[in-house]
């Protein structure tokens, strides 16, 4: 259904009818006080922590106050981002892998922004909260499904929030498809896709000293992601990155927000392009010991996912094979769909809309309709966003979780949304050990999904 794009109209609208009092409530109890400047402290300080704080640190009204992160290598690293953008340096939280929970103690850290591991985040999530701290959490999918209810429960006892810092989100390509879903030029949604279909091989696996393409070592041998994340793909076989590939197809399906997940069943293929990737490497071959290692994660992880008002879901994980990068977007209604083929340029993909193009059952180049349909947050704020990561993504991500702490209204992307996007990784595990079985994917809002209501973009504010 088209939404109406307007944030100042929802609210009015909203007030005259009794769910507005359910999402006052909601607002209020998940929403921080009012301040004019964020003090963050950054929990993980490794590569993908740099984009955040030099977003962070270009802003007046935001001071990181403290870094926590068990690596000299990374402390040092971070230290070069704040001379970078002549910032004060923060305190220094190093004493391994708990000493983030002394970063919690500080007077003067409101926000952290968690960027380690993933087996930490919901760790680190739940003491943060517990602390009092406002939470950014970075992406994954959870190790266990009871992490999820944690770090939900933890939040509503608390009343402390916590923004799922889900970049892709604000790419500017599904932004604007966003943009027309909700002035219903699809007609009613019916499908949706998207996936992580990126060639990880050369991230999973390096000298220890560069992070990309430089080698076969991955664990205590290895430097950045390789280090930590080839572990999972190694020990575990399942949709082990969902987010991206969910969370703007979510978020347009309005998850929780009107709608929720309720299934899925996953399957997965042989695992062969890892172990391939090493016996072919200059520094790898057959006699390596990386060689012998067996990897457990399907090279191809399909899951399909049913929600509440009847649309389907499919999500791809395809990290271990040579491709072309591509988060592989479909977005399908009653009256058009949307194919992405590339990595977010205007000019990547296919569209359709029956009725503006005659029934003529052929693709429209998407260049004139990204263009005309660009969000307005995309109008306001695209040049300022150019010089940040992914394409400017991550300033829209960094520039909501700010404003939203400052000025103490609701995360367009909540805790609801952590737990039930990042359920996906354990819940496929447990369908692909059964055989593709259906699993039940909980109500993490026990029923608030019903009355809760879209605020992610509603205009260009954040
Ligand atoms: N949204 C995106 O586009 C995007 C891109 C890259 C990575 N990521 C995500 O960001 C997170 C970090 O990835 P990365 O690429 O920076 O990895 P990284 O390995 O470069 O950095 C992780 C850092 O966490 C530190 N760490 C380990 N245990 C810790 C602990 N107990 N407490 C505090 N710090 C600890 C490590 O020492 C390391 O410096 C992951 O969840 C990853 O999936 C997101």
Not at 334 to 361: A, C, P, R, V
Request: hydrophobic content about 35%; overall charge neutral; charged content about 25%.
């Amino acid at each position: 259904m088209p939404h109406s794009f307007n944030r100042r109209k929802f609210i009015k609208a909203s007030a005259l009818t009794g769910a507005s009092l359910a999402i006052a409530d909601s607002i209020k109890a998940f929403a921080p006080a009012k301040k004019d400047k964020v003090r963050i402290g950054m929990i993980g300080v490794g590569l993908r922590s740099h984009e955040h704080m030099g977003n962070f640190l270009q802003r007046e009204d935001v001071e990181i106050t403290a870094i926590a992160d068990p690596q000299q290598r990374s402390i040092d690293e971070a230290l070069v981002v704040f001379k970078q953008y002549k910032r004060p340096e923060p305190a220094i939280y190093k004493n391994g892998n708990e000493d983030y929970k002394n970063l919690l103690k500080r007077d003067d850290v409101d926000a952290v922004v968690i960027c380690s591991p993933w087996e930490w985040h919901s760790i680190q999530a739940i003491d943060a909260m517990n602390a009092g701290k406002i939470v950014g959490a970075e992406v994954c999918g959870a190790v266990k499904l009871q992490e999820c209810w944690d770090v939900v429960n933890t939040s509503e006892k608390t009343k402390i929030p916590l923004m799922m810092m889900e970049n892709v989100c604000y790419r500017r390509d599904v932004m604007a498809v966003m943009n027309m879903v909700r002035k219903g030029m699809f007609g009613e949604l019916i499908h949706g896709q998207g996936g992580y279909e990126h060639d990880l091989r050369g991230v999973l696996f390096n000298d220890g000293v560069t992070a990309y393409n430089s080698g076969v070592e991955f664990g205590k041998n290895a430097y950045s992601e390789a280090q930590w994340r080839t572990e999972h793909n190694k020990n575990r076989n399942g949709e082990l990155y969902p987010t991206h590939g969910l969370g703007p197809v979510a978020v347009m399906m309005d998850i929780n927000r009107g709608n929720r997940m309720t299934k899925l069943s996953s399957i997965a293929s042989k695992a062969k392009g890892l172990h391939k990737y090493i016996v072919e490497h200059p520094k790898g071959g057959e006699n390596h010991p990386n060689a012998n290692v067996v990897f457990k994660c399907g090279d191809i992880v399909n899951t399909q996912i049913q929600c509440a008002n009847g649309e389907t879901i499919l999500l791809t994980h395809d990290v271990s094979s040579p491709r072309p990068y591509n988060l592989g977007f479909r977005v399908q209604g009653t009256e058009g769909l949307w194919q992405d083929f590339g990595s977010g340029g205007k000019k990547q993909g296919h569209i359709y809309f029956q009725k503006e193009m005659n029934h003529s059952h052929r693709w429209d180049d998407t260049e004139k309709w990204l263009t005309e349909h660009d969000h307005p947050l995309w109008k306001k704020y695209g040049t300022q966003a150019e010089g940040a990561g992914h394409g400017g993504m991550d300033f829209f991500v960094d520039h909501a979780f700010i404003e939203c702490v400052k000025r103490g209204t609701e995360f367009p992307l909540d805790v609801y949304d952590y737990a039930s996007w990042y359920a996906i990784t354990p819940l496929s595990e447990k369908s692909i050990i059964e055989g593709g079985q259906v699993q039940n994917i909980p109500d993490f809002t026990r029923g608030k999904w019903k009355t809760r209501k879209q605020i992610f973009a509603l205009d260009d504010d954040y």
